[in-house]
T-cell receptor, first 113, second 112 residues
Framework: AQSVTQLDSHVSVSEGTPVLLRCNYS??????LFWYVQHPNKGLQLLLK??????LVKGINGFEAEFKKSETSFHLTKPSAHMSDAAEYFC???????????FGAGTRLFVKA | DTEVTQTPKHLVMGMTNKKSLKCEQH?????MYWYKQKAKKPPELMFV???????INESVPSRFSPECPNSSLLNLHLHALQPEDSALYLC???????????FGSGTRLTVV
């Protein structure tokens, strides 16, 4: 069985400061892990993915995430927040796609000027 | 072409109407998905077509009917919907290699 927990429902940062969005997962086998971003009234966009290669994964728009098997975590970071980063972020665990793809509840990121 | 195109973007329908949502991709992906997303919630998977074979979320009511005319097209037929079916309906596609999904921008459905 798989599950994913996003530890914060809301995160608020000031523009230019670092972003940390936390995600823990549970899986009985080596899963693939993803982060998606969703801007208001839009579809989801893939930010980055971990598929058992390098544990530090770089994505689009300056985001990166580190897979830590010992901590079962896959936290999303960005060194400097931009106003355009304000959105909903979803952590996803998957083994084979389809109904074996589980979405976290989401974290709303607010960016203050 | 790296997009999933959904039409229409907005749809308002009465509870006795029949309508269809459409989705198209030309990335050669052999898996396509319909998701339902309520406000402030993650997407919920409704249907999967993998190599044009259908898998169903058993909790989805029969008033939703998917169709996959070919590997590039996906339809969702709607009939006798209820107001609680109002939501954002998202189409997605993927290769079968576990590389993540490409989502469309969704159809905002309102049932009145």
């Amino acid at each position: 069985a798989q599950s994913v927990t996003q530890l914060d429902s809301h995160v608020s940062v000031s523009e230019g400061t670092p972003v940390l969005l936390r995600c823990n997962y549970s899986s009985s086998y080596s899963p693939s892990l993803f982060w998606y971003v969703q801007h208001p009234n839009k579809g989801l966009q893939l930010l980055l993915k971990y598929t058992s290669a390098a544990t530090l994964v770089k994505g689009i728009n300056g985001f990166e995430a580190e897979f830590k098997k010992s901590e079962t975590s896959f936290h999303l970071t960005k060194p400097s927040a931009h106003m355009s980063d304000a959105a909903e972020y979803f952590c996803v665990v998957s083994k084979g796609g389809g109904f074996k793809t589980i979405f976290g509840a989401g974290t709303r990121l607010f960016v203050k000027a | 072409d790296t997009e999933v195109t959904q039409t229409p973007k907005h749809l308002v329908m009465g509870m006795t109407n029949k309508k269809s949502l459409k989705c198209e991709q030309h990335m050669g992906h052999r898996a396509m998905y319909w998701y339902k997303q309520k406000a402030k919630k993650p997407p919920e998977l409704m249907f999967v077509y993998s190599y044009e074979k259908l898998s169903i979320n058993e909790s989805v009511p029969s008033r939703f009917s998917p169709e996959c005319p070919n590997s590039s097209l996906l339809n969702l037929h709607l009939h006798a919907l209820q107001p609680e079916d109002s939501a954002l309906y998202l189409c997605a596609s993927s290769s079968t290699g576990g590389n993540g999904y490409t989502f469309g921008s969704g159809t905002r459905l309102t049932v009145v």
